[in-house]
């Protein structure tokens, strides 16, 4: 697997991750360790996606970061790269 498609995967496992402990959360909202592991997964993830905009573009129209061109339409497209 290219280092592209291994950082992609890691972010949505990241994703599932998160996704997973919010609705764990939502029963259980004193949890400290379920907190603390949010944090740090939400962390990861941002780091994971920082690393992914800063080597391949940006994967929403959001993480568009260049004042001086929109790398959003740039080809190809996030779902396109491999």
């Known amino acids: 697997m290219n280092p592209r498609r291994m950082l992609l995967q ?3 496992q990241y994703d599932f991750t998160l996704k997973e402990l919010n609705l764990y959360l ?3 909202p004193n949890c ?3 907190l603390a592991m949010f944090a740090k997964y939400k962390k990861l993830r941002e780091n ?3 690393e ?3 080597k391949f573009g940006p994967l929403t ?3 568009n970061n260049d004042l001086q061109h929109w790398d959003w339409v740039d080809d190809p497209w ?3 790269r491999s």
Request: no cysteine.
């Open 26 to 28: 939502d029963t259980h």
């Open 48 to 50: 994971a996606i920082a």
């Open 61 to 63: 129209p959001e993480q």
């Open 78 to 80: 996030p779902w396109e």
């Open 52 to 54: 992914y905009n800063d």
């Open 32 to 34: 400290r360790r379920a």
């Open 10 to 12: 890691r972010i949505k």
